[in-house]
């Protein structure tokens, strides 16, 4: 059962598909501050909070402050408070209570479970409007299974999206493109997508093609399609300022750009350099920007990534003024250690500075409002803005997408990957950790950067890495410039990585079927051990475990110069330890703490008693997969 309390005057979000009836009175379970700004309820002890999507830290978010306020920050540490994404429900759950509950307000909301007071979980608003849905239910997955049907069904990506994809910022040329094809094929590694990063553009412009680095790129799209490989482009936010641009142009003279208080047009500096935003949040202006993905798509592409749409802003043309004039005060001072770290302070605000979310506004429903207020808006529309045109464009089109920021809502418009990560084992256990929540709040179709965005990687944290990344429905190896090249083929045990994704391509057909099944039965595809087990208090605690659908539970390894790790089971599995479709030996463990081996080549999968895993022979694209099993593993 739903209902809606209203808290002040909430700015709509268009992220609910079902009208609710406001019920008066108050929230159960939570007071209202004497502050005013923030509502609190009291936490048992054996109580866990999940959910709030794409979050740092672990499954259970108790004990930790997190802040939705969409925010390009690429240091994914422990004590960071916001990441990329706003997604605002969670479930407080334990053996005979769960209850939900989806904060829907676009602003900035802070979550203080247990970190003030462990007993204590507050929720303060920047501004007190807010609309709260309590979802109470029998069970947890009921609950998620109500909220789900609230905000509506999600994004379903095509079935080639579960194949490998590579990317790395930059692949320069159509040759070094051919060149990774070529390489991947040579060591007979199935892949299925290469993703463009910025440079496929000309002077990171939305929607163009530099054509000297791809000179004919439409046929160069046909000649990937034809060995069936699909090219996937990014899109970012800014459009840059510069005349004879068309979509700049077009976008300044239908006042599409976000403005300021006086009326002008905000410049900010982003890849581009200089850019205007678009007001996605305007009906008309995301419409327009939403069809200017048909270029790319007349051109053969069937796949995109949009990104820096928190929106990221390395600096306003305004802001950058206001620090030149103010660290001019400090060049012929002797800085003591307090006007130091003033300068320092002063120069480090540049980039993604609050005070620029305040100055500029969007048009949004017919109102001016001002950007911060929305803020955790922008990325949603703007995917909002492309999902909306596909069915104009190519309505018979299956198109990938995935973005960098979101809310609640943008699920039924495209995916996610989780940002800037960084080549570092915590982060491998933060993408097992990201997964559940994430899929609570309606994005199925989600992965992190395998192997990490940035720092350099190691062979090793790569083979564990994607002995996880096989499950994740996105299965992206991605790299920042400048780090140590990590495509597959460079490393030395080419053939354990050749075996591990292969091992994906035989799951797929299991993958894609339960990630539909979760979409169209409002389930999770990555589940915690508690929600199937929750009288076991160990099960509450496997914070590094998940089921993956109905059948399997995974167990990766995620530390380095381990041969294993122990895994509790809360009933009696079948392990197959994998390391190649048709290597592998099994065996039986019983509930209760194992130590299980697992070598640098193998991936361990526990079947449930009663469950039949189905695996394919293992094809070079998803398309090559055959239509029936191999042969079916079961306990
Ligand atoms: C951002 C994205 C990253 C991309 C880079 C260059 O940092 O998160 O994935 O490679 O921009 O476009």
């Known amino acids: 059962m739903i ?13 609910v598909v079902k009208e609710i009836e406001i019920e008066q009175g108050n929230i ?34 108790r004990g930790w402050i997190y802040v939705s306020n969409c925010s390009d920050d690429p240091n994914h540490t422990e004590d960071k408070r916001s990441l990329y994404a706003a997604q605002n429900f969670y479930v407080i759950y334990s053996a005979n209570k769960s209850l939900g509950m989806y904060v829907d307000t676009p602003g900035k909301v802070t979550f203080d479970i247990g970190y003030s007071d462990h007993d204590t979980f507050k929720i303060t608003f920047d501004d007190f409007d807010a609309n709260i849905y309590v979802i109470e239910g029998n069970g947890v997955k009921e609950i998620i299974k109500e909220f789900r049907e609230l905000i509506g069904r999600s994004y379903v990506a095509p079935k080639w999206a579960f194949g490998f994809g590579q990317s790395r910022w930059s692949y320069m040329n159509e040759d070094e493109v051919r060149e990774v094809l070529s390489e991947y094929e040579k060591c007979d590694i199935p892949i299925d997508s290469i993703y463009l990063d910025i440079d496929y553009m ?10 000297d680095r791809f000179p004919k790129f439409p046929e160069f799209v046909s000649e990937m399609k034809a060995k069936d490989v699909h090219l996937v482009p990014i899109i970012d936010a800014g459009v840059k300022i510069e005349d004879g641009y068309d979509v700049y142009e077009e976008g300044v003279k239908n006042d599409y750009f976000v403005k300021k208080e006086d009326g002008e047009r905000l410049v900010a500096a982003v890849w581009p350099g200089k850019v205007h935003f678009p007001d996605f949040l305007d009906e008309n202006a995301r419409k327009w920007f939403g069809l200017k993905y048909k270029r790319l798509v007349d051109m053969g592409i069937d796949g995109f990534w949009n990104d820096m749409n928190e929106p990221a802003i390395f600096y306003t043309e305004d802001h950058l003024q ?11 001072q002797n800085l003591d250690i307090n006007s130091f770290f003033d300068f320092r302070g002063c120069v480090e605000s540049i980039s993604n500075n609050d005070e620029d979310y305040r100055r500029f506004y969007h048009n949004y429903k017919g109102q001016k409002i001002r950007h911060d207020k929305v803020h955790n808006l922008y990325g949603y529309n703007m995917t909002r803005a492309a999902g909306e045109a596909f069915k104009e464009i190519a309505p018979d089109k299956e198109i990938l997408m995935f973005s960098r920021s979101s809310y ?3 699920h039924r418009y495209g995916g996610v990957w989780c940002g800037d990560n960084k080549s570092w084992w915590s982060h491998l256990l933060l993408n097992i950790q990201q997964m559940p929540g994430l899929n609570m709040c309606g994005f199925l179709y989600s992965g992190a950067d395998v192997g990490g965005f940035g720092a350099d990687v190691t062979e090793d944290l790569m083979l564990r890495w994607v002995a996880f990344a096989i499950f994740t429905p996105l299965f992206r190896n991605h790299s920042a410039m400048g780090t140590r090249r990590q495509e597959f083929y460079r490393f030395k045990n080419k053939e354990a990585f050749k075996n591990l994704v292969e091992l994906r391509y035989s799951l797929i057909p299991y993958l894609y079927e339960q990630y539909l099944e979760a979409i169209n039965g409002n389930k999770l595809l990555f589940t915690p051990l508690s929600f199937e087990y929750p009288e076991d208090k160990r099960a509450f605690e496997a914070e590094d475990q998940l089921f993956v659908g109905d059948s399997i539970m995974v167990a990766p390894v995620y530390k380095q110069n381990t041969t294993g790790r122990y895994v509790y089971l809360p009933e009696e599995m079948k392990l197959f330890r994998f390391r190649s479709f048709e290597d592998y ?10 130590y299980v081996k697992c070598g640098l080549n193998e991936v361990l999968i526990f079947v449930r008693k009663g469950c039949e895993l189905p695996l394919y022979k293992p094809a070079k694209r998803v398309a090559l997969l055959d239509k029936e099993p191999a042969k079916t593993i079961s306990f």
């Open 3 to 15: 209902k809606r309390y209203k808290i002040g005057n909430p700015i709509p979000t268009d992220s």
């Open 28 to 61: 159960p379970f939570w007071n209202v501050d004497q502050n005013g700004k923030s509502i609190f309820c009291s936490l048992d002890e054996d109580e866990v909070v999940y959910g709030l999507g794409e979050t740092i830290r672990g499954i259970n978010k």
């Open 202 to 211: 000309e002077r990171y412009k939305d929607f163009t093609i530099d054509n």
């Open 322 to 332: 206001e620090v030149f004039q103010k660290i001019k005060c400090y060049e012929n």
């Open 408 to 410: 609640i809502g943008m």
């Open 585 to 594: 030996d099994e065996e039986v463990l019983g509930k209760g703490d194992h």
